[in-house]
């Protein structure tokens, strides 16, 4: 489930190195590989890591949690902004829902169509300043987030004694915490170490690589991504693109947020509060360009999967969190610098074969600031 | 069109000042003249110059189309190391202090150079060495705080004052003018500024933009170190808190003093100004005995406010310099729709960015 809309797809389709061999390519593949041997190892050293309903089914919780953060971010990464807003967002969406349930007593799927609206509006908000003012997607989510933090704490102790919403309509604790093992056909039940959570994840998932891969509305983000002139000379509303991304971002986040808040059985102001860097690791970890015009769905849950993977291993080990953090930084810069080792290595070989130079959305001569890349290459 | 961008960038230092006026007179008087006795003076002071110095820092990486997301991280993990060697190890005090500044500058460092050799966006990288530092500074204190009864020397020098108003105001006031100078009447201020405004154009004129970056990013880093030295001084103690919340607001601070984003441009009066009313805010919200999230709140909408209205003049500046014969560089892009065009232009025309 990836898309990708670069200038050299044609030239790879008549070559035709294989499926396999791209594949073995991606960053997906090595994704898949470290999560195996992650698994071989933790669970040879550690054999309580494959206790089903106190080990497994958290990590999966937490899996599919992060998953739909990191594909927040994925969205607005397709067309090359980033929104550092996601946790503010996705605490401001899970605030309504929780309003919905406490002060006005709506069933379930009201109250998160409440919050998910809410999602989309400050999104859609964000969105519009950017498309309108043309100021970098970097500093108005920025500005937004600020915002956002401000006010949801400030609206939780308006509301609320305890700063936090408790009141649980029927079906939430389903979704939040139990496991397939509650769903039976006939004498056949499901297993207790899978969640329910993973079927929102799922779906979105779904949902997102149809949109991306299906869909000329997916397409259109992912050229408006690799170049924003370009997608307008041939027609592309990119405005209105921009704005669409940034609501489906809003929404997302307040979707994870909702789900967080099903999973621990409150919704609190604390929500979302470390939702930031995981955003942008899984999807970057995934191979997501951060300039946009490439996206990648599976590996940004591979990506998420690899860092929770790596913190439930830590936390069985009995090693602090802080070095998991040092762990998440480090992996990211190694990460990320083979990339472009690969990226310079493949255009020496290009080069080397006569071809013209690549559209390299990645790599930009001068590192500038987010947002800055690609247009120094358009006009220079 | 120099004269008139000249006018303009002291038109938003004067407004910035008359807000500045305003906002202290409407404190004074809200407060029944409480607002100027000593002591609310000295505390006023004594808990600006972080901001202003986090501020400047991300000023100096903004200057060259960079950015620091790792201010507070730096600022926290340099505060954190030079506790643990004063407490734990016995370190003199003052030693501490040189070490928290030499920290910083070093953090700093490796994210110039890690941007340069790698190539990877200036964003992510000081992501990663925001977690890594922040998982160091973690590991260093833990849960405990090492109170500044450890280093009672520089706990002095916190306190002290000079025209009665704290000696670290006026550190950070002597690092706003170093700085002002550096930028406005070095050579390696002015090709910080050229690397940001125009690389192309600086690289053909023999400006090597990737020291540029290391600069920046060292001297953003250098910065932070002198803060985490401030907070020691004037803080009654660090922890693992220490940093947490210097992100936000160092960004706010240029951003409001009217630094251009994508490079080229500084703004030192202006960042000073506006770090000040942001320390403004947050003491209307002591006075009115509002909930700390406010501050939040109203910087998170005046900075929305103020790169929308900056937008809005740079289009007009954009326009007003395509309408004459276009001089220079700016010739290529007049039609550019992009959120950069604009202010590409607007930078290269503003090689005397400096202002201040």
Redesign the interface.
């Known amino acids: 489930m990836t898309a990708q809309n670069r200038d050299d797809a044609p030239r790879t389709a008549t070559r035709r190195p294989g499926a396999v061999r791209r594949f073995l390519a991606t960053p997906r593949f090595f994704l898949i590989v470290l999560i195996i041997a992650l698994v071989v190892v933790i669970g040879a050293l550690k054999p309580s890591f494959f206790n089903g309903p106190f080990v497994i089914a958290p990590l999966l919780t937490s899996i599919s949690i992060f998953t739909v953060v990191g594909l927040s971010q994925l969205v607005v990464m397709s067309v090359g902004h ?1 929104n550092l807003a996601i946790g503010p967002m996705a605490a401001f969406g899970a605030m309504f829902a929780g309003m919905s349930f406490q002060l006005f007593g709506l069933p379930l799927w009201a109250g998160v169509v409440v919050g998910l609206l809410a999602g989309a509006a400050v999104g859609a908000l964000s969105g519009w ?1 950017i498309a ?5 997607s ?3 989510t ?13 609206v939780y ?1 308006w509301l609320t004694t305890g700063s936090a919403f408790t009141v649980k309509p029927d079906g939430l604790d389903v979704i939040g915490r139990a496991s397939f093992a509650t769903l039976c056909l006939g004498n056949v039940c499901g297993t207790n170490a899978i969640p329910i959570i993973v079927v929102p994840t799922i779906v979105t998932m779904a949902i997102l690589g149809y949109l991306f891969t299906r869909t000329r509305i997916g397409r259109e983000l992912l050229m408006t991504g690799s170049n ?2 370009a997608a ?1 000379l041939s027609g592309i509303p990119t405005s209105r693109r921009i704005i669409l991304v940034h609501t489906l971002s809003g929404v997302l986040a307040a979707l994870a947020g909702f789900l967080l808040a099903a999973s621990t059985g409150s919704f609190t102001p604390g929500i979302g509060g470390e939702f930031m ?1 995981q955003s ?1 690791v899984g999807p ?1 970890l995934g191979g997501t360009l ?2 946009g015009g490439y996206v990648s769905i599976t590996g940004t849950l591979l990506g998420i999967t690899l860092t929770l993977l790596i913190r439930k291993g830590l936390d069985l080990f009995g090693v ?11 992996i ?2 190694i990460a ?2 083979a990339d ?1 080792f690969r990226l310079i290595r493949t255009r020496r070989t290009r080069a080397a074969a006569a071809v013209a130079p690549p559209d390299d959305t990645g ?11 690609k ?2 290459e358009v ?2 | 069109m120099k004269r008139w961008l000249n006018s303009f960038v002291h038109s938003q230092n004067l407004s910035l000042g008359i807000i500045v006026v305003v906002g202290v007179a409407l404190l004074g008087v809200s407060s029944g003249g409480g607002f100027f006795d000593p002591i609310s003076v000295t505390t006023f002071f004594t808990f600006l110059a972080v901001p202003i110095l986090i501020g400047l820092a991300q000023m100096i990486t903004l200057s060259v189309g960079q950015l620091n997301l790792a201010v507070g991280a730096i600022g926290g993990f340099a505060s954190c190391f030079a506790g643990v060697i004063v407490a734990d190890l016995g370190v003199p005090a003052w030693l501490g202090a040189i070490a928290a500044v030499l920290v910083g500058a070093l953090a700093g460092l490796a994210n110039g150079l890690l941007v340069v050799i790698t190539r990877i966006n200036g964003f992510i990288v000081t992501l990663a060495t925001m977690t890594i530092l922040l998982g160091l500074q973690y590991g260093l204190v833990g849960t405990r705080t090492i109170s500044n009864s450890e280093w009672p020397s520089l706990a002095e020098l916190g306190k002290a004052s000079l025209l009665g108003i704290p000696v670290i105001f006026w550190i950070a006031v002597a690092v706003a003018i170093v700085l002002s100078f550096c930028f406005g009447h070095t050579v390696t201020g002015r090709r910080l500024l050229a690397s940001g405004g125009n690389p192309v154009a600086a690289q053909l004129a023999g400006v090597s933009n990737d020291r540029s970056v290391v600069v920046a990013h060292a001297a953003s880093g250098l910065l932070c170190g002198i803060a985490a030295f401030v907070t020691m001084a004037s803080l009654s103690g660090v922890n693992q808190s220490v940093g947490g919340d210097w992100l936000l607001s160092s960004f706010a601070a240029p951003i409001i003093g009217g630094v251009s984003l994508t490079g080229g441009s500084v703004a030192v009066l202006g960042t000073v100004l506006a770090a000040t009313i942001v320390r403004l805010v947050d003491s209307a919200r002591a006075e009115f005995q509002l909930a700390p999230s406010w501050v939040n709140f109203v910087v998170g909408a005046v900075v929305l406010g103020t790169v929308a209205l900056g937008r809005v003049r740079e289009v007009r500046a954009a326009r007003a310099a395509t309408t004459p014969p276009p001089g220079g560089t700016s010739a290529g892009e007049p039609t550019e729709p992009a959120p950069l065009g604009g202010a590409r232009i607007l930078a290269t025309a503003r090689p005397g960015g400096a202002d201040a």
């Open positions: 980033m300043i309108r003012t043309g100021v970098n970097f500093i108005v920025l500005a937004m987030s600020f915002a956002l933090i401000g006010l949801v704490p400030t102790s924003v002139q307008e860097l942008f970057i951060l300039a602090g969190i802080e070095t998991l953090n040092i762990l998440l930084g480090v990211l810069l990320l610098s472009r790599g930009d001569p001068h590192p500038t600031g987010p947002g800055a890349d247009k120094e006009s220079a």
